[in-house]
């Protein structure tokens, strides 16, 4: 399930609802991820919420050099960068 934010709500705080409610309605079987508007300093506040992907465009597209971004978002998710190829996402 993809959680997206809305492009003209930018600058407003980022709510992505009750993911654990919303896992467990669903019997546990759901990968989350979150979309739009993701920016380095909310990574935290995402994962804590219980996203399981974040789905980063502009942020790291938009950048003047972008390894940096990227290493910059890897560096804030605080584990391993994973191959997502190796992802199960059968249930």
Known sequence: M???????TDDAA???G???AIRKATGG???VATAGGVRVN???EALKAGADILVVGHAITASKDIKRAADEFI???D???ID????MTDF
């Open 84 to 87: 997502q190829f190796r992802v």
């Open 14 to 16: 980022h709510a992505w």
């Open 18 to 20: 009750d993911i654990a």
């Open 29 to 31: 079987k759901l990968i």
């Open 79 to 81: 584990k391993e960068e």
């Open 75 to 77: 560096e804030h998710m």
């Open 42 to 44: 909310v990574v935290r």
């Open 2 to 8: 993809e959680l997206h934010r809305a492009i003209d």
